[in-house]
C-alpha cells in the first residue's frame, strides 16, 4: 500500500482522544503481522485503548519510528470538509490528523511493508502510542514494558509535524492544580471572613510576578519563539452565590521550562509562592491553605549540539539545518530511556494542526517517504 492510500484508511478512524483507538490499532497489527512484523499491544487501564511495538529484521540496536494515534476534537471547528474522511485537492491531503500526525505514520506502514521485502542488517522498529493529545500520556504509561522489549535503537525520529526539519529541543511541561481553602460566611460580613478566590488571585498575582521574573533573569534559548520559561494559568473557579463568602477557589495552571531552570528547582518556587501566599492569611485565620497538586508532567527534549545523530537525521530529511519547537511531544520520553532521539516529520503545527480543514501536502509526504527511503538504506544489508 503506499502512503497516501494508508493515510486514507488512517483518517478514517476517529481517534479522536476521548474516543477509542481500538479499530486503528488492531487494523495497524494485522497490517505489520501479514509483513512478518513481531508486534506487541500495550493496552491501557481501561481496555479502550492502546499501543503497540513492531519489529522486523534481526536483533540489534536498529532505527526506531515513533508516532501517535490520537487527534484533537472537531468539535466547535468550522470544517468544509468530512474531517474523518480523506480529501486530496489542489496538492493537498486533508483530514483530522493528516498533519498531527497521521501523515508520519502512514509514510512509517509504507515503509514497513517495502522492509519486509527487504533484507535488513538491523532491525526496523515502531512504536504508536495513544492520549498523546491530552499530555503525552500513553507513552508514560507504555514507557516501562517499552524498555523491556525495544532494546537500545541507535536512532529514534519522532514524526510531529516540523516541515521536515530536524527538531533538537523543546520545552518540558508539569501540569498543577492548586486549591485554596478559606471560610464562608455571609458577605455582609465579608471582611470577618478569608474568601477562598481573593486568596486564589493573590496566588495569581505571585505567578505572574514568577514569569516576570522568568523573562527578566531566567535561563534563555533563542532558539525558541519564546526564548524563556513560561507559567500560565488556564482555569479559576469558585465561589456558590454572590452572597456567600466563597471558602474554596481552585485553579489549573502549568509551566513549560527551559532545561536550564529545571522542573523541581521551579516547583519548589510555585510552592514557595503559595506557602506565602497562605502565610498572609494565617493570622485572620489557622485553617487557611493552598495545595498544589502535578496532574501530570512530561520531560523536554535537549540534544546535545555534538551528538551524531543530528547529522545523520540532516542526512536523512536532506537538511543542514536545526530547530526547537513550541509544542510537547514524546521524544523526552525516549531520550529518557537512552535512545538518541530527533523530532521530524511532515507538515506544520503552526499552519496546520489542531485546525479546522487540517491538511498535509502531497509534497510534504513525499519528503518524508525520501527520509524513509533513506531509513531503509540505512539498514538494509
Not at 493537498?92 to 517495502?114: E, I, N, P, Q
Not at 493529545?133 to 507513552?139: A, K, N, T, Y
Not at 514568577?210 to 494559568?233: K, M, N, W
Amino acid at each position: 500500500m503506499e502512503t497516501l492510500e494508508i493515510l486514507g484508511r488512517l483518517i478514517g478512524f476517529d481517534t479522536t482522544s476521548a474516543r477509542s483507538n481500538l479499530a486503528l490499532v488492531d487494523f495497524v497489527e494485522d497490517y505489520l503481522t501479514a509483513r512478518g512484523f513481531a508486534v506487541r499491544r500495550f493496552a491501557d487501564e481501561s481496555g479502550e485503548k492502546a499501543g503497540l511495538y513492531a519489529q522486523i529484521g534481526p536483533e540489534g540496536g536498529g532505527v526506531l519510528l515513533s508516532g501517535h494515534t490520537d487527534v484533537v476534537p472537531t468539535e466547535g471547528q468550522d470544517w468544509r470538509r468530512d474531517p474523518f474522511s480523506l480529501t486530496v485537492a489542489e496538492g493537498r491531503a486533508y483530514g483530522r490528523g493528516t498533519t498531527d500526525m497521521k501523515g508520519f505514520v502512514a509514510s512509517v506502514l509504507a515503509l514497513a511493508d517495502r522492509a519486509a521485502r527487504t533484507r535488513l542488517k538491523e532491525p526496523l522498529k515502531i512504536v504508536l502510542s495513544y492520549d498523546e493529545e491530552i499530555g503525552c500520556v500513553g507513552i508514560q504509561q507504555m514507557r516501562d514494558a517499552l524498555a523491556k522489549v525495544m532494546g537500545a535503537p541507535r536512532l529514534c525520529i519522532v514524526g510531529e509535524p516540523t516541515e521536515m526539519q530536524v527538531a533538537v529541543g523543546h520545552k518540558g511541561k508539569a501540569a498543577l492544580r492548586a486549591v485554596c481553602h478559606g471560610q464562608s460566611g455571609h458577605s455582609a460580613l465579608a471582611p470577618k471572613f478569608v474568601n477562598a478566590l481573593h486568596m486564589a488571585t493573590d496566588f495569581i498575582a505571585a505567578l505572574r510576578q514568577l514569569q516576570d521574573e522568568l523573562a527578566e533573569d531566567g535561563a534563555r534559548d533563542a532558539a525558541y519563539a519564546v526564548p524563556y520559561s513560561t507559567v500560565h494559568v488556564g482555569t479559576l473557579e469558585g465561589g456558590r452565590a454572590l452572597n456567600i463568602v466563597p471558602d474554596r477557589a481552585e485553579l489549573t495552571f502549568e509551566y513549560r521550562y527551559l532545561p536550564q531552570d529545571g522542573d523541581a528547582a521551579l516547583f519548589e518556587k510555585i510552592k514557595d509562592a503559595a506557602n506565602r501566599v497562605a502565610a498572609s492569611y494565617k493570622a485572620r485565620w489557622h485553617g487557611v491553605e493552598i495545595e498544589i497538586e502535578r496532574t501530570n508532567a512530561y520531560p523536554g527534549l535537549a540534544v546535545p549540539a555534538d551528538d551524531p545523530v543530528i547529522g545523520l537525521v540532516q542526512k536523512l530529511a536532506q537538511t543542514n539545518t536545526t530547530t526547537k519547537v513550541a509544542f510537547g511531544t514524546e521524544a523526552g520520553v525516549f531520550a529518557g530511556l537512552g535512545v538518541p532521539t530527533i523530532v521530524c516529520g511532515p507538515g506544520s503545527m503552526e499552519g496546520q494542526g489542531h485546525k479546522p480543514d487540517e491538511y498535509v501536502t502531497l509534497q510534504a509526504l513525499a519528503e518524508c517517504d525520501a527520509m524513509m527511503d533513506g531509513v531503509l538504506a540505512e539498514i538494509s544489508a
